[in-house]
């Protein structure tokens, strides 16, 4: 069978043969391995986090995740309710989100039981994001004129 393992620029092996199944995450367009540093890794079904040196970061023991961005990650144990983790593996974000988008800014769009949102880095939820399509550079494309960005959840944080 093929081996599989990752190499830096100048041919270094940064992972042995057998120690994962998997590097980096799978896109349209083929691969990111890794992000601010970090690279998921897969061993059997878990994921979890090397550095560029090779190093565990964070032991394999989620069934999803993402790369980092701006420090966090957002991760699984069920693959069902995802929250944010930093390079230590420390809960840093907690929440039962169904889904969990990338930060940028210091602000990430979810899908918990009460809709879709933007959330800040503590998880307070910002506004309903129900018609935000995407984001870049401080605007948020908005999709459905009937809705309103106002700030209906702005007390309200949860766990």
């Known amino acids: 069978s093929a081996r599989l393992c990752l190499i830096n620029t100048s041919g270094e092996e940064l992972t042995k043969e057998g120690d994962y199944h998997e590097h980096g995450l799978k896109r349209d367009s083929g691969a990111v391995l890794q992000s601010e540093g970090i690279i998921p890794v897969r061993r059997g079904n878990l994921w979890g986090f090397i550095d560029l040196s090779g190093k565990e970061l964070v032991k394999p023991q989620f069934l999803a995740g993402t790369h980092f961005k701006e420090g966090l990650a957002a991760v699984s144990l069920d693959n069902h309710n995802y929250f944010y983790i930093d390079r230590s593996g420390k809960v840093i974000v907690a929440g039962k989100f169904l889904s969990a988008g990338a930060f940028a800014d210091g602000r990430a769009i ?3 039981r009460l ?20 984001y870049s550079d401080g605007l948020y494309l908005w999709k459905d004129p009937a809705k309103s960005p106002e700030s209906r959840y702005s007390q309200h944080s949860f766990d």
């Open 110 to 112: 979810i899908e918990d």
């Open 115 to 134: 809709g879709r949102a933007v959330i800040d880095k503590t998880g307070r939820r910002l506004f309903d994001a129900s018609g935000v399509e995407d």
